[in-house]
């Protein structure tokens, strides 16, 4: 397995695009924006996109997945439903930020213990609401890499006062989804550097043993 990261959209969100190395077939996990970087990303790379994996209904996440997807035609798999609220009203909130977004139904929405492939991969899906009800995150064991979208960051955590956001079910999901999966675990979150669940669990003010008491 093999990752890049691609920053979009005026809020430099974190685009992955991840590919499987013996087929070469991968997927762009939160394409919110700039269509035409992430196409060249892809076509650098040499990588045939075969789907779109959507971490949670942020406009910088997902406002142009859709869009993409149309035109490529491609599958758009995630988040939960429980963020369908949120991509409806993609076509609302581009304008107010200043953003081109598009509304879309997903081809597959997921829920907590579903996988996805990427050519040979496989990845587990894990519900982690908190930033938004229906965010999840994606997980390859074997690679001990996860996507966590706004979960988690290299010192902080995702906002949780937005609209059906939850601070306790955010710390929640943190400690009793991801923590389980290994302190090895290296991942990419929506915005900033990577780090890894370790780290985390040792610095994070937010999230950390200590800051848990």
Request: some cysteine; charged content about 20%.
């Given at each position: 397995?093999?990752?890049?990261?691609?920053?979009?959209?005026?809020?430099?969100?974190?685009?992955?695009?991840?590919?499987?190395?013996?087929?070469?077939?991968?997927?762009?996990?939160?394409?919110?924006?700039?269509?035409?970087?992430?196409?060249?990303?892809?076509?650098?790379?040499?990588?045939?996109?075969?789907?779109?994996?959507?971490?949670?209904?942020?406009?910088?996440?997902?406002?142009?997945?859709?869009?993409?997807?149309?035109?490529?035609?491609?599958?758009?798999?995630?988040p939960h439903e429980d963020d369908r609220f949120w991509i409806d009203q993609l076509d609302d909130d581009g304008p107010?930020?200043?953003?081109?977004?598009?509304?879309?139904?997903?081809?597959?929405?997921?829920?907590?213990?579903?996988?996805?492939?990427?050519?040979?991969?496989?990845?587990?899906?894990?519900?982690?609401?908190?930033?938004?009800?229906?965010?999840?995150?994606?997980?390859?064991?074997?690679?001990?890499?996860?996507?966590?979208?706004?979960?988690?960051?290299?010192?902080?955590?995702?906002?949780?006062?937005?609209?059906?956001?939850?601070?306790?079910?955010?710390?929640?999901?943190?400690?009793?989804?991801?923590?389980?999966?290994?302190?090895?675990?290296?991942?990419?979150?929506?915005?900033?550097?990577?780090?890894?669940?370790?780290?985390?669990?040792?610095?994070?003010?937010?999230?950390?043993?200590?800051?848990?008491?």
């Amino acid at each position: 397995m093999r990752a890049a990261i691609i920053p979009v959209t005026p809020l430099q969100q974190n685009c992955s695009l991840i590919w499987c190395t013996k087929t070469m077939k991968g997927a762009l996990v939160d394409p919110g924006g700039d269509l035409d970087r992430l196409k060249e990303a892809v076509a650098k790379a040499g990588v045939t996109l075969e789907k779109i994996l959507v971490t949670h209904g942020h406009l910088d996440h997902c406002g142009q997945a859709g869009m993409l997807a149309e035109e490529l035609g491609l599958p758009i798999e995630g988040p939960h439903e429980d963020d369908r609220f949120w991509i409806d009203q993609l076509d609302d909130d581009g304008p107010r930020w200043g953003m081109v977004a598009k509304s879309f139904t997903p081809t597959r929405w997921l829920k907590h213990g579903d996988t996805v492939t990427v050519g040979e991969l496989t990845l587990d899906v894990i519900h982690c609401p908190g930033h938004t009800p229906g965010h999840v995150v994606f997980f390859h064991e074997p690679s001990r890499f996860a996507i966590v979208g706004d979960v988690l960051f290299q010192g902080s955590i995702g906002r949780t006062d937005f609209p059906r956001g939850n601070h306790q079910d955010l710390i929640d999901s943190i400690t009793q989804r991801l923590w389980p999966l290994g302190e090895d675990v290296m991942f990419i979150p929506g915005h900033g550097p990577t780090s890894t669940f370790g780290r985390e669990r040792k610095t994070n003010a937010f999230v950390s043993d200590y800051a848990l008491g």
